[in-house]
Nanobody, 114 residues
Framework: VQLQASGGGLVQAGGSLRLSCAAS????????MGWYRQAPGKQRELVAV???????NYADSVKGRFTISRDNARNAVYLQMNSLKPEDTAVYYC?????????WGQGTLVTVSS
């Protein structure tokens, strides 16, 4: 597997979801990883980053609500999303943060209803 995101679904505003991403070792190992999202009609944006050291960064729009984590033994990245808003509706993807990034996987759809 290259990059496989899962865990999306339909949730009401204020709810929570936990996304998972399985990555090939060649992509994951030692690299900063990120969660991206693309809402309908908008460009893909980076919302959360985790470096191999465990340091994290977040876009202002999700700060305080989303938490990114990684499991180096499993080559996996996670995104815990709390207090979801309708504007969080998007297809979520994981990938490297620094160039060259890997080919994009299918992503996982998150739909937040008001």
């Amino acid at each position: 597997v290259q990059l496989q995101a899962s865990g999306g679904g339909l949730v009401q505003a204020g709810g929570s979801l936990r996304l998972s991403c399985a990555a090939s070792g060649s992509i994951f190992s030692g690299n900063a990883m990120g969660w991206y999202r693309q809402a309908p009609g908008k460009q893909r944006e980076l919302v959360a980053v985790i470096f191999s050291s465990g340091t994290t960064n977040y876009a202002d729009s999700v700060k305080g609500r989303f938490t990114i984590s990684r499991d180096n033994a499993r080559n996996a990245v996670y995104l815990q999303m709390n207090s979801l808003k309708p504007e969080d509706t998007a297809v979520y993807y994981c990938n490297k943060v620094l160039q060259p990034i890997a080919s994009w996987g299918q992503g996982t759809l998150v739909t937040v209803s008001s």
